[in-house]
């Protein structure tokens, strides 16, 4: 199995603990991952909310990059699925549309063609590589150990550009996961919810008004902890979470998880490997409850 | 087959608690959950109040949470929400708005967004001769925003009207966009200045696509959003923080070919609103710290090495940039 690896810019910025347990757990786990160290920003939904057309070149050229590399495209950012599949369904649809974006990539050698398969690693694991085979890898059962899922909008929503079609439990596999790896995954209200994060600088207050009442009504269904495939959601769940704490007036202290920091605790890689020590909310009490269950 | 629906019920003359009750029931295999529900209210349960009129997802009066989302019962078929006959159907009124009775949702939060967006046309200057003529084309970009049959199920499920009442909400906001986007509209400025400053307005979504997933008429009122923020930079309403973190984020990739998501904050609330920056620096240290960034890389611009593609990216930039304007000319 090998991919062509897209790590967004926030795991190569402001989460480096998810790009390093991105690495180690995949390699564990036998996924091959080839860097696309010459791939550019999604743009975040951003870029194409002001510049549509900017956007869709710049999506293009990293799928051609994928496609010259022969490989499939994984991602680890709800947002950059988002982003990639609402392009991808444009360019693939729109031959007009295709050819005009790509006259403007073959000055660097490149081209698109339809048909690129663009997984966020969630998605991998699931219909990829496969729950059963990610079974046997566990040596760390995570027994008693209570998850939130916390997807994501982009990884949602809309869903007729998500695939939902064809693999309707999509909006399932974060708890699929959370089970399969002995962990139990807990229900709560703000789970396909927004973090807020896209509003964060222009106003402040509902965005992490927005996290804090996710978090909390997490806690009130007594998970330990969310684990998420968005770094995005990550930033505005844990970085910000003493100041979601402050603005809705409830103590929380709820560690955040990355997806792959989940995988690495229940396939024997070592906590400071994956950089559970670099949150800002502490992790400690997962690794209490999950290195207590190794010892059990 | 058999039908098993599990709807809430709130009883207004009663002490004002909310319940849910359990209908078992036997419905044709294509039946509608609206089917369903009026088959209860005729047969099993005369109490059961619901609202619905047209039956053919016309008159939007039919709109409930069905499975945890707001949908038009009488378009959602029991077969789109179980695979297996007697699983559990989870019936509730709309969201965001008060509960009349059982399903039946007062839309006066709703109706009072409408009239906040000014709903009707205001032409300038003097009226034509004859009738007023637009162009097929400037319709049709407002044509999906016109499909709207104000059903509400948007604003139920919108999580920024969860938290915040003063929120202008999908429906209204693409109601507002359907006349900026009419060229009859003399007071497209006006109409944008209202819709960014205003308390709740255009910048205060955060993007979840969550209306787009529920609109049953494809009006997609977070896309109408978007184009109401483009609108806005494009007529120059230019004080929000919205639009200058749309533009620290795109430099910022131009520059790198990725984003600097430690400089956005700084450059999207504005380099010199003080009060503003101060009140964040713990929060941007406690991150810089626990993460053992290196603060430094932040702070000093360029720092960040760009992506070795970088120039194709300036180019593809350049160019898009300069068809825009060719475009706007
Ligand atoms: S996209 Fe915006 S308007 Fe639509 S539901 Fe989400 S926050 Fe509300
Ligand atoms: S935009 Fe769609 S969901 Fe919202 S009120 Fe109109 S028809 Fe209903
Ligand atoms: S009854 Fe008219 S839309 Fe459903």
Redesign the interface.
């Known amino acids: 199995m090998k991919y062509a690896f897209w790590p967004g810019c926030v795991s190569k910025g402001a989460c480096p603990e998810l790009y390093d347990s991105m690495i180690l757990t995949s390699a564990k786990l036998g996924i091959e991952l080839e860097e696309m160290y010459d791939g550019n920003c999604t743009g975040a939904g951003v870029i194409s909310e002001h510049e549509p057309e900017l956007a869709d070149v710049l999506n293009a050229r990293n799928f051609a990059i994928a496609q010259k590399m022969g490989l499939d495209l994984v991602n680890i950012c709800s947002t950059c699925q988002g982003v990639q599949s609402m392009v991808q369904e444009k360019l693939d649809r729109d031959e007009e549309h295709r050819a005009k974006i790509n006259a403007q990539l073959a000055e660097e050698g490149l081209e698109y063609k339809p048909g690129l398969v663009i997984k966020n690693f969630m998605w991998v694991l699931v219909e990829d590589y496969g729950l059963d085979k990610l079974k046997e890898k566990v040596v760390r059962q995570l027994d008693g150990l209570r998850c939130g899922p916390f997807y994501g909008c982009y990884i949602l929503r809309p869903s007729r550009i998500l695939g939902m079609e064809e693999h309707p439990e999509r909006d399932n596999y974060l708890e699929q996961i959370i089970e399969a790896v002995g962990a139990t995954a807990v229900d709560y209200e703000g789970k396909d919810k927004c973090c807020g994060f896209p509003i964060l600088t222009n106003n402040r207050k509902n965005s992490l008004t927005q996290a804090g009442t996710h978090i909390a009504s997490a806690k009130d269904q007594g998970a330990d902890c969310l684990v998420t495939p968005c770094p995005l959601c990550h930033l505005n769940l844990d970085a910000q979470q003493p100041s979601a704490a402050e603005v809705i007036q409830r103590e929380l202290g709820v560690p955040i998880i990355h997806l792959p920091q989940l995988l690495g605790l229940a396939i024997g890689i070592d906590p400071k490997l994956l950089r559970m020590n670099r949150h800002v909310v502490g992790t400690q009490a997962v690794l209490d409850k999950v290195l207590a269950t190794v010892e059990a | 087959m058999k039908v098993n629906l599990n709807v809430k019920r709130f009883d207004p003359e009663s002490d004002g608690s909310t319940r849910f009750q359990q209908y078992d029931i036997d419905m044709p295999e294509n039946s509608t959950v609206l089917d369903a529900l009026i088959h209860v209210r005729e047969y099993v349960d005369a109490t059961l109040a619901l609202r619905c009129s047209c039956r053919s997802a016309i008159c939007g009066s039919c709109a409930m949470r069905v499975d945890h989302r707001a949908r038009l019962a009488c378009k959602t078929k029991v077969t789109d929400i179980v695979s297996d006959e007697g699983q559990e159907i989870t019936i509730e009124p709309m969201g965001n708005m008060p509960v009349i009775k059982d399903l039946i949702t007062d839309m006066e939060v709703h109706w009072s967004k409408v009239r906040q967006v000014v709903p009707y046309l205001r032409p300038t200057g003097p009226p034509p001769e004859r009738e007023y003529i637009v162009s097929n084309e400037a319709m049709l970009d407002v044509a999906g925003a016109v499909n709207c049959i104000q059903c509400g199920a948007c604003v139920s499920d919108c999580?920024?009207l969860e938290?915040?009442k003063s929120f202008i909400a999908p429906a209204a906001l693409a109601k507002a966009y359907r006349f900026t986007g009419d060229p009859r509209d003399g007071t497209k400025k006006e109409r944008l200045e209202m819709l960014s400053n205003v308390e709740g307005g255009i910048?205060?979504?955060?993007?979840?696509?969550?209306c787009?997933?529920v609109c049953p008429k494809d009006v997609r009122p977070m896309d109408r959003i978007?184009q109401l923020?483009?609108q806005a930079?494009a007529a120059g309403v230019k004080t929000?923080?919205?639009v200058r973190?749309?533009?620290s984020?795109?430099n910022?990739?131009r520059r790198l070919?990725?984003?600097?998501?430690?400089r956005?904050?700084p450059e999207?609330?504005g380099m010199f609103a003080v009060p503003r920056l101060l009140k964040e620096l713990p929060?941007a240290f406690?991150?810089l710290w626990?993460?053992?960034?290196m603060m430094w890389t932040h702070a000093i611009p360029f720092a960040h090495k760009p992506?070795?593609?970088i120039k194709?990216?300036r180019?593809?930039?350049d160019?898009?940039?300069s068809?825009?304007k060719e475009h706007s000319k």
């Open positions: 999580p920024v938290i915040d910048w205060d979504c955060t993007r979840c696509n969550m787009v997933e978007m923020r483009e930079v929000n923080t919205g973190h749309g533009t984020f795109a910022s990739v070919g990725r984003l600097d998501e430690m956005l904050f999207s609330v929060g406690r991150m626990s993460k053992r960034l992506i070795p593609g194709h990216v180019r593809i930039y160019q898009a940039r068809e825009k």
